[in-house]
């Protein structure tokens, strides 16, 4: 790997004429991560389909992981899922369901290249989390809060460790492809979950 990714997301979007260069390059690397996984793209081939010189992605983004994160939280990250005036329990099945939906499509390609890439550069990882996880992370967490306050939760339940419950056993999948990542699996995976988070009888 070239350099750490810790701390080195894109150095500002370039303004005026520089902006068509920018797009092109988020561009190249998008079509190419559907030709070829993340430890096989280089700044090289980047530069060649953009039609820019390698200085110009130097410029902009210090290493080949800051260069395919900035593409990531612009093309293919950003998309939240889908909002619900529900019980906790609804909206928390529709996140399941919108995740393992993504895990199917090009999302879940790059999300698994990036880890695997960042077992030899944590940067990467710490940088994943800190742009796309986090604010999803603290958002289900405030809702499981409202569940324990409104009765739907066991009032000492720990958001962080349901959340974990939850969607740790879908990352599991996506990585190892141990058995087929289903919407009906993440059903069945809330479902289970959830029985331990209930307020216990008479309570």
């Known amino acids: 790997m070239e350099k750490t990714a810790a701390g080195a997301g894109r150095r500002g979007r370039p303004p005026g004429e520089a902006a068509q260069s920018h797009a092109a390059i988020m561009d190249a690397v998008y079509q190419m991560l559907q030709e070829t996984p993340v430890r096989d793209l280089t700044l090289e081939a980047v530069a060649r389909r953009a039609h820019v010189g390698r200085p110009t992605l130097y410029k902009w983004w210090p290493s080949k992981s800051a260069l395919i994160l900035a593409m990531f939280h612009e093309r293919i990250g950003s998309e939240l899922a889908p909002s619900s005036d529900g019980t906790v329990e609804e909206i928390l099945r529709s996140k399941v369901r919108f995740l393992i939906r993504q895990f199917h499509g090009f999302f879940g390609k790059v999300m698994a290249d990036l880890i695997a890439e960042g077992q030899s550069d944590p940067g990467i ?6 742009r796309h996880m986090r ?23 720990d958001p962080e460790l349901l959340i974990d419950a939850i969607f740790g056993p879908i990352y599991f999948r996506l990585l190892l ?17 959830l029985r331990g988070a209930r307020p216990a009888a008479g309570a």
């Open 135 to 157: 604010a999803r992370r603290e958002a289900t967490v405030a809702e499981i809060e409202r569940g324990k306050a409104n009765g739907e939760f066991a009032a000492d339940l």
């Open 177 to 193: 492809r141990s058995a087929p990542l289903t919407e009906q699996y993440g059903e069945e995976l809330v479902t289970q979950t």
């Open 125 to 130: 990882l710490s940088e994943l989390y800190e």
